[in-house]
């Protein structure tokens, strides 16, 4: 390894803590592929006892936040990019810089222009107009998106502009959608509840519509302490029930919702969907690996393929373009769009499937257009394929 491109990394990072110029920093693509541990997320945030780091730990079913002095923090980077990542990146607000291990061992320093600036203050003294309100909410309060004074956290402003961006997304969608009174929305895998509690509250409250919604989530503590969120909330049509994408039991399904299920959960949400004659479906993709698996290039495009990342990027291409030919195959008119910029999380890409009564569909175009496809890449079937036994 090329110490010394670390070396000048972990400089400069030390120099942005210290000046307070950091915005984040992402350690990435861990080491030990068996690890639930998927990336640490730095920030820093303002506390009662002054200045700390603030690490978000994810791994691949919870998240957890823990706060350090800014020099026991260094030495924790440290620790991590040595034994646990591979990748790291900073954004700051003079100069961003990401450090990357090839394959082979070799270290490359990039650096370039600042794509984003700190807030205003570390306190949120100034507040955009979102669509979601902070003042007197309670659900935002305790999950811990703002505190006692109404005021987004530092270390959550990235999870508050994510849901009003979600919210500004979704909305022309259900003004747009055929949708009954009092229709049911089944949001599955609502993980800590921030989208699903966002979308109640934008619906019913700035909307003022009758709904029903139900947070699907097998994660029994979760599943309770939302519960418990929403009826101190008084949202009084919004439950969480235990259950999975597959299994979950609901009477009926206006609105499906699946947002980062994992590689095939996503086809899974999308086939209950369309099996429900669903009016919305919404999926945030996440993972690709059943198509990725299955490539065969024997063509052109085969050297497209034999870089990893290429490869990992060529998957969610055509596992999300097959996806949308599909449900438009069964009557659903798509857009596939980017759910909100990179520097606010990885997970970037929506899909969304609005059922349109009495389409003219060229079905023989589509199955035309899949098979061509999945042969240029030598893909022998789509999971979701499978599940609706095209």
Same mark, same amino acid.
């Given at each position: 390894?090329?110490?010394?491109?670390? @070396?000048?990394?972990?400089?400069?990072?030390?120099?942005?803590?210290?000046?307070?110029?950091?915005?984040?920093?992402?350690?990435?693509?861990?080491?030990? &592929?068996?690890?639930?541990? =998927?990336?640490? @997320?730095? %920030?820093? $945030?303002?506390?009662?006892?002054?200045?700390?780091?603030?690490? $978000?730990?994810? *791994?691949?079913?919870?998240?957890?936040?823990?706060?350090?002095?800014?020099?026991?923090?260094?030495?924790?980077?440290?620790?991590?990019?040595?034994? &646990?990542?591979?990748?790291?990146?900073?954004?700051?607000?003079?100069?961003?810089?990401?450090?990357v291990t090839n394959p082979n061992?070799?270290?490359?320093?990039?650096?370039?222009?600042?794509?984003?600036?700190?807030?205003?203050?570390?306190?949120?003294?100034?507040?955009?107009?979102?669509? +979601? =309100?902070?003042?007197?909410?309670?659900?935002?309060?305790?999950l811990g998106i703002i505190n006692a004074e109404w005021e987004v956290r530092r270390e959550m402003g990235d999870k508050f502009r994510q849901i009003n961006r979600y919210i500004e997304l979704l909305s022309p969608y259900f003004n747009e959608a055929e949708l009954k009174e009092n229709f049911h929305i089944a949001d599955m895998g609502s993980g800590k509840g921030y989208l699903t509690f966002a979308l109640y509250d934008y619906l019913t409250i700035n909307q003022k519509k009758n709904i029903k919604m139900t947070g699907v989530e097998f994660r029994d503590d979760l599943v309770k302490k939302c519960n418990t969120i929403a009826e101190n909330a008084n949202f009084n049509?919004?439950?969480? @029930?235990?259950? %999975?994408?597959?299994?979950?039991?609901?009477?009926?399904?206006? $609105?499906?919702?699946?947002?980062? !299920?994992?590689?095939?959960? %996503?086809?899974? !949400? +999308?086939?209950?969907?369309?099996?429900?004659?669903?009016?919305? +479906? $919404?999926? !945030?993709?996440?993972? *690709?690996?059943? @198509?990725?698996?299955?490539f065969n290039v024997t063509n052109e495009l085969s050297y497209v393929v034999s870089h990893g990342i290429l490869k990992e990027r060529q998957a969610e291409i055509i596992t999300d373009s097959l996806r949308a030919?599909?449900?438009?195959?069964?009557?659903?008119k798509t857009k596939v769009f980017e759910f909100i910029s990179t520097e606010h999380t990885q997970k970037n890409l929506m899909i969304v499937g609005r059922k349109v009564e009495n389409a003219n569909i060229d079905k023989s175009m589509i199955l035309r257009n899949i098979s061509a496809i999945k042969n240029l890449y030598g893909v022998n079937k789509h999971y979701l394929e499978t599940l609706l036994e095209i």
């Open positions: 390894m090329n110490n010394n491109q670390i @070396i000048i990394f972990l400089d400069r990072l030390e120099s942005f803590i210290y000046n307070k110029e950091l915005i984040k920093l992402i350690l990435s693509n861990r080491k030990d &592929k068996s690890s639930d541990l =998927k990336n640490i @997320i730095v %920030t820093i $945030v303002k506390l009662k006892v002054g200045y700390r780091l603030s690490f $978000v730990y994810r *791994h691949d079913t919870n998240d957890i936040t823990k706060n350090y002095e800014f020099e026991e923090g260094i030495i924790l980077i440290k620790e991590a990019l040595n034994t &646990k990542f591979h990748n790291a990146e900073i954004t700051s607000s003079s100069e961003n810089l990401s450090l061992g070799k270290v490359k320093l990039k650096r370039s222009e600042p794509t984003l600036q700190p807030l205003a203050t570390f306190n949120h003294n100034h507040v955009k107009e979102r669509l +979601i =309100k902070t003042d007197g909410n309670v659900y935002l309060r305790e049509n919004l439950k969480f @029930i235990k259950g %999975t994408i597959e299994k979950a039991e609901l009477e009926e399904l206006d $609105v499906l919702i699946a947002l980062h !299920a994992c590689d095939t959960a %996503t086809d899974e !949400a +999308i086939y209950r969907g369309i099996k429900a004659e669903a009016s919305l +479906i $919404v999926c !945030a993709p996440c993972c *690709h690996k059943q @198509i990725r698996k299955e030919l599909i449900m438009e195959l069964f009557g659903y």
